[in-house]
């Protein structure tokens, strides 16, 4: 029997491999490898971190990911969804503190896995998703402006309005050469699939700018002109500085990696799912990403996550196993080490066309003209969470757009729920829809009795409208019959509500009857003491049993 946390690579060593897909497997891990180079280090470099993080990154938490993982064809890495988040983390508190916040965030990664919270991450509404993207992928555009157009100066500023002024204040800096590159760059990324897409086009507009800018002895600015030697070897694993103080100030900027690489690394699955026809582990997937966030950071690694890009590639590639990200992630630790020192050459400006191009792939401006024709309610979550990232920051999006989806979903849910006085047209029909001799004998409607039918799920968000119309009795009736054959499932305010009904029933001297008490609502009822205090024969699986026990309560009375 499979334990559910079991990491795949376990099940396809006991399944067994033929020798043509480990080959197929080591095929797709090269070239998924090569794919992986050039945006480890753009994504490093527009964090605010070394270039050579991104590749530790990619190596270190790439190998562990998919040791681990839920999914079979999992490729995790660095990612562009993290650029904002990160970039605002150094801001903030440095590096070492990036490395403290990405472990706490590993840390609750784990939580989120053992405690089974996998399936629940993955119905964070669409309009959350994409407001979040869409939001990250525009501020990455604007950060590269400069490096687009080889601005020299101060960094760029974190909020998009003084973004804006300081472009404008310093478009007579440009360098045309660095422009040059950065459109050349794009434009070899957009048509060399036509050519090839074995080898991805931003690998060759890498190369083929960095070549171009040593032999023409370009004056643009190179990685190595602003970072310095790129160092091609691993750096020892270290403890960072940091104070216990600082813990709670760390906490949101942790929880939001962490909600964000379960986002990421579950969607990618999802869609991995659905080119290869698999089904993955959601909670052995957060946990793999929970140890690659854990481990990485001591060697310099920032937050990594399940990259969709790098996946699909994967697996159209012919990768079916884990075996091609673990090649993949030791592709990247050979050129670390064979020439990790090159990379100093590549110049900004063609990294910033190729994040560009990411930046634009994951805005999906497609899907969000898509959902502005969706429910008034969704296009207002989907703006408010991208107004929010734009203009103040990922953590505070995240939140408010969780929350407001929440409210939004209660909302629907409480409409969903509908209650009708069915008094008058009772007929006899059974709970299943059928009658039975039982029924058919306790058709008729007691004088002095009120049936209720509820339908729909009875929570928190719909007691008030359960309240409000049972306030439509008219007069006092002397039986009150609950009709709940078509409520699945209440909670703790339900319950209230239900023995507030009870009290006030009590005090006006009616009886209160329940009928179609579905299992799980009435394990429910006896949990809570409920049924005791209503008492068992007050509660029936028939309607006919509480019609015939409406009339035993109204007989006694008189």
Do not use: C
């Not at 971190?49 to 064809?73: D, M, N």
């Not at 979550?381 to 920051?393: C, M």
Request: no cysteine; hydrophobic share 50%.
């Amino acid at each position: 029997m499979k334990w559910e946390f079991t990491p795949e690579l376990i099940s396809v060593i006991r399944e067994g491999m033929s020798l043509k897909q480990i080959f197929a497997d080591i095929q797709a891990g090269l070239i998924v490898g090569i794919v992986a180079l050039p945006i480890s280090v753009a994504f490093a470099i527009a964090s605010g971190v070394k270039p050579e993080q991104g590749l530790y990154t990619a190596i270190i938490a790439g190998f562990i990911i998919s040791l681990l993982s839920g999914s079979r064809v999992q490729i995790g890495g660095p990612t562009g969804a993290f650029i904002v988040l990160v970039s605002s983390v150094v801001t903030q508190f440095g590096v070492s503190g990036l490395t403290v916040i990405t472990v706490m965030a590993g840390i609750l990664l784990l939580i989120m896995g053992f405690t089974r919270m996998g399936s629940i991450i993955k119905y964070i509404p669409y309009p959350v998703t994409i407001g979040f993207t869409t939001g990250i992928g525009f501020i990455i555009f604007m950060t590269q402006i400069k490096d687009f157009l080889g601005i020299k100066g101060a960094a760029v500023p974190v909020k998009f309005v003084e973004q804006i002024l300081y472009y404008s204040g310093n478009l007579s800096g440009i360098n045309y050469w660095s422009l040059g590159i950065a459109l050349g760059s794009i434009l070899i990324i957009q048509y060399w699939p036509r050519i090839t897409k074995k080898i991805p086009g931003s690998l060759i507009a890498i190369l083929a700018a960095t070549i171009a800018a040593q032999m023409l002895d370009l004056p643009v600015e190179t990685i190595g002109s602003r970072f310095g030697e790129i160092s091609n070897s691993f750096q020892a694993p270290r403890m960072p500085e940091f104070s216990w103080s600082m813990m709670a100030q760390m906490f949101p900027s942790a929880l939001a990696i962490a909600l964000l690489a379960g986002i990421e690394s579950l969607l990618s699955a999802v869609v991995a799912d659905g080119m290869t026809g698999e089904r993955h582990n959601s909670n052995m997937e957060l946990v793999a990403q929970g140890v690659a966030n854990v481990i990485a950071p001591f060697f310099g690694g920032i937050p990594a996550t399940g990259a969709i890009a790098r996946t699909a590639t994967n697996i159209k590639n012919g990768g079916r196993t884990p075996i091609s990200g673990i090649v993949h992630a030791m592709v990247l630790l050979a050129i670390l080490f064979l020439f990790g020192k090159l990379a100093a050459l590549i110049p900004m400006a063609s990294l910033a066309g190729v994040l560009m191009i990411v930046a634009y792939n994951m805005a999906e401006l497609r899907i969000f003209k898509k959902i502005m024709k969706a429910p008034k309610s969704d296009i207002f979550v989907l703006l408010t969470v991208f107004l929010l990232t734009v203009f103040f920051d990922l953590v505070l999006a995240i939140e408010v757009g969780v929350v407001l989806a929440s409210l939004l979903f209660m909302r629907r849910m409480s409409g969903a729920l509908q209650i009708s006085n069915i008094s008058q047209s009772l007929d006899g029909m059974g709970e299943s829809g059928g009658s039975s001799q039982d029924d058919t004998k306790y058709q008729d409607v007691p004088e002095g009795t009120e049936v209720f039918e509820i339908y729909g799920p009875f929570f928190f968000g719909a007691a008030d409208v359960f309240k409000s119309a049972l306030t439509t009795v008219a007069g006092s009736p002397r039986v009150l019959v609950l009709r709940m054959r078509h409520v699945p499932f209440v909670d703790a305010t339900a319950l209230k509500a239900l023995e507030d009904v009870l009290e006030k029933s009590r005090r006006e001297d009616i009886g209160l009857v329940l009928s179609g008490v579905q299992p799980a609502v009435m394990a429910a009822l006896e949990k809570t003491g409920f049924l005791k205090n209503i008492g068992e024969n007050n509660v029936h699986t028939h309607i006919a049993g509480a019609l015939k026990r409406a009339g035993e309560i109204i007989a006694i009375n008189n």
